[in-house]
Protein backbone atom coordinates (compact mmCIF):
# COMPACT_ATOMS: atom_id res chain seq x y z
CA UNK A 1 0.00 0.00 0.00
CA UNK A 2 1.15 3.83 -0.68
CA UNK A 3 2.43 5.72 2.29
CA UNK A 4 2.60 9.33 2.72
CA UNK A 5 4.79 10.98 5.26
CA UNK A 6 4.11 13.82 6.96
CA UNK A 7 6.27 16.03 9.28
CA UNK A 8 6.99 19.90 10.91
CA UNK A 9 4.31 19.25 13.69
CA UNK A 10 4.64 20.72 16.81
CA UNK A 11 4.31 23.02 19.77
CA UNK A 12 3.44 26.98 18.83
CA UNK A 13 1.98 29.75 20.66
CA UNK A 14 -0.91 31.52 19.22
CA UNK A 15 -0.17 33.70 16.10
CA UNK A 16 2.87 31.88 14.92
CA UNK A 17 3.78 29.23 12.19
CA UNK A 18 4.60 26.15 11.41
CA UNK A 19 5.52 24.61 7.83
CA UNK A 20 4.39 20.34 7.11
CA UNK A 21 5.74 18.73 5.01
CA UNK A 22 4.24 15.56 2.67
CA UNK A 23 6.46 13.18 0.93
CA UNK A 24 6.90 9.68 -0.47
CA UNK A 25 9.87 7.78 -0.53
CA UNK A 26 8.08 4.64 -3.04
CA UNK A 27 6.06 6.84 -5.48
CA UNK A 28 6.27 9.90 -7.38
CA UNK A 29 3.76 12.48 -6.17
CA UNK A 30 3.56 14.09 -9.86
CA UNK A 31 0.38 12.28 -11.28
CA UNK A 32 -1.18 13.16 -7.88
CA UNK A 33 -3.86 15.88 -6.21
CA UNK A 34 -2.87 16.12 -2.72
CA UNK A 35 -5.24 17.06 0.40
CA UNK A 36 -4.59 18.02 3.67
CA UNK A 37 -7.33 17.10 6.47
CA UNK A 38 -7.33 17.78 10.24
CA UNK A 39 -8.89 16.38 13.13
CA UNK A 40 -9.62 17.73 16.33
CA UNK A 41 -10.10 15.50 19.43
CA UNK A 42 -14.18 14.34 19.31
CA UNK A 43 -14.49 16.06 15.46
CA UNK A 44 -15.06 14.67 12.44
CA UNK A 45 -12.06 14.62 9.76
CA UNK A 46 -12.24 17.91 8.00
CA UNK A 47 -10.98 19.41 4.64
CA UNK A 48 -7.97 22.08 4.73
CA UNK A 49 -6.71 22.43 1.18
CA UNK A 50 -6.25 20.81 -1.36
CA UNK A 51 -3.70 21.21 -4.55
CA UNK A 52 -3.61 19.66 -7.82
CA UNK A 53 -0.86 17.65 -9.32
CA UNK A 54 0.89 20.42 -10.90
CA UNK A 55 0.25 22.97 -8.38
CA UNK A 56 -1.39 25.34 -10.96
CA UNK A 57 -4.63 24.94 -8.77
CA UNK A 58 -5.57 24.97 -4.95
CA UNK A 59 -8.27 25.09 -2.87
CA UNK A 60 -8.83 26.00 0.98
CA UNK A 61 -11.26 26.19 3.79
CA UNK A 62 -13.38 29.03 4.89
CA UNK A 63 -11.57 28.84 8.39
CA UNK A 64 -8.06 29.02 7.12
CA UNK A 65 -8.19 30.73 4.01
CA UNK A 66 -5.72 34.12 3.79
CA UNK A 67 -3.79 32.17 6.69
CA UNK A 68 -2.76 28.89 5.09
CA UNK A 69 -0.66 28.52 2.14
CA UNK A 70 -0.50 25.05 0.05
CA UNK A 71 2.55 24.64 -2.49
CA UNK A 72 4.71 21.56 -4.03
CA UNK A 73 7.73 21.11 -5.62
CA UNK A 74 7.68 18.01 -7.61
CA UNK A 75 11.57 17.80 -8.00
CA UNK A 76 11.23 17.34 -4.27
CA UNK A 77 8.69 14.58 -4.30
CA UNK A 78 7.09 17.00 -1.64
CA UNK A 79 3.69 19.00 -1.14
CA UNK A 80 3.74 21.82 1.66
CA UNK A 81 1.11 23.17 3.97
CA UNK A 82 2.44 26.56 5.34
CA UNK A 83 0.79 27.80 8.77
CA UNK A 84 0.50 31.36 9.96
CA UNK A 85 -1.16 32.92 12.39
CA UNK A 86 -2.23 29.97 13.94
CA UNK A 87 -4.81 30.06 16.47
CA UNK A 88 -5.52 27.21 19.71
CA UNK A 89 -8.58 26.20 16.97
CA UNK A 90 -6.17 25.11 14.43
CA UNK A 91 -4.77 22.16 17.04
CA UNK A 92 -5.51 18.32 15.43
CA UNK A 93 -3.68 15.91 13.86
CA UNK A 94 -2.70 16.79 10.67
CA UNK A 95 -3.30 14.15 7.70
CA UNK A 96 -2.02 14.58 4.13
CA UNK A 97 -3.75 12.19 1.34
CA UNK A 98 -2.87 11.80 -2.54
CA UNK A 99 -5.68 10.78 -5.00
CA UNK A 100 -5.79 11.31 -8.93
CA UNK A 101 -8.75 13.29 -9.20
CA UNK A 102 -8.72 16.51 -8.22
CA UNK A 103 -11.85 18.89 -7.90
CA UNK A 104 -10.95 22.87 -7.90
CA UNK A 105 -13.91 23.49 -5.36
CA UNK A 106 -13.22 23.36 -1.59
CA UNK A 107 -16.78 21.77 -1.73
CA UNK A 108 -14.37 18.33 -3.05
CA UNK A 109 -11.77 18.37 -0.97
CA UNK A 110 -12.83 16.06 1.14
CA UNK A 111 -10.64 12.75 2.98
CA UNK A 112 -13.36 10.48 1.42
CA UNK A 113 -12.22 11.23 -2.00
CA UNK A 114 -8.56 10.62 -1.43
CA UNK A 115 -8.36 7.05 -1.57
CA UNK A 116 -4.30 6.17 -3.11
CA UNK A 117 -2.38 7.16 0.17
CA UNK A 118 -2.45 8.45 3.59
CA UNK A 119 0.31 10.05 5.94
CA UNK A 120 0.14 8.59 9.54
CA UNK A 121 -0.39 12.19 10.84
CA UNK A 122 1.28 14.72 12.84
CA UNK A 123 0.31 16.67 15.55
CA UNK A 124 0.23 20.50 15.59
CA UNK A 125 -0.86 22.04 18.71
CA UNK A 126 -1.31 25.68 19.49
CA UNK A 127 -1.29 26.67 23.05
CA UNK A 128 0.08 29.65 25.01
Known amino acids: QLQLVESGGGLVQPGGSLRLSCTASEFSLDYYSIGWFRQAPGKEREGVSCINSSGSSKNYADSVKGRFTTSRDNRKNTVYLQMNSLEPEDTAVYYC?????????????????????WGQGALVSVSS
Open 97 to 117: AADREYYSSSDYCTAHRYTAA
